[in-house]
């Protein structure tokens, strides 16, 4: 018998994909619902199935979450006393108000500047590398260098005795 089920997923599982990742889940298990960021951190999902079938759906959630990257600290579901009129086909609904896409924009920017501070000390530690290899390389063609003249002046020496005689 299908009942209406609300599962709550905490931990490090937003901003990573993974509603998504429950989408595709609900929708290849066959699920009526949606999934949702709640804003205190939590992913909440809103489905109908029979007991078994949410249980696997539930398994399979954490398992491919935390491949993906989640870190669940658990996941509570409740089954519903009513009967709700949900969408057929499993979907992700957005719920980015003006304080989520802020956060999410703020995450951003520290995004961005940790990799622009790692690609900048990466340039660096190149450059210098760089630089040394060409000194190494500069002071070798200069002893290549003596070297070749020393060879002429030898060479210059033998073809004038040769001339001289």
Do not use: W
Not at 25 to 48: A, E, H, M, Q, Y
Not at 66 to 86: D, F, P, R
Not at 131 to 150: A, H, N, P, S
């Amino acid at each position: 018998m299908h009942k209406c089920h609300s599962i709550i997923i905490t931990g490090k599982v937003q901003d990573i994909g993974f509603r998504s990742i429950v989408e595709h889940i609900g929708r290849s298990f066959g699920l009526p619902g949606f999934v949702f960021n709640s804003k205190d951190g939590s992913v909440n999902i809103l489905c109908s199935g029979e007991d078994t079938v949410i249980d696997n759906f539930k398994q399979e959630i954490k398992a491919r979450g935390v491949a993906n990257g989640a870190e669940i600290a658990g996941i509570k579901e409740q089954t519903l006393s009513i009967n709700i009129n949900l969408p057929e086909n499993f979907t992700k609904a957005s719920a980015d108000d003006d304080i989520d896409i802020g956060r999410k924009l703020d995450k951003a920017n520290l995004l961005l500047k940790t990799g622009f501070n790692n690609l900048n000390t990466d340039l660096n530690a190149g450059f210098n590398k760089l630089t040394d290899m060409l000194g190494t390389f500069i002071i070798e063609q200069k002893v290549y260098t003596r070297g070749q003249q020393e060879h002429n002046t030898r060479l210059e020496a033998i073809l004038e005795k040769l001339a001289n005689k």
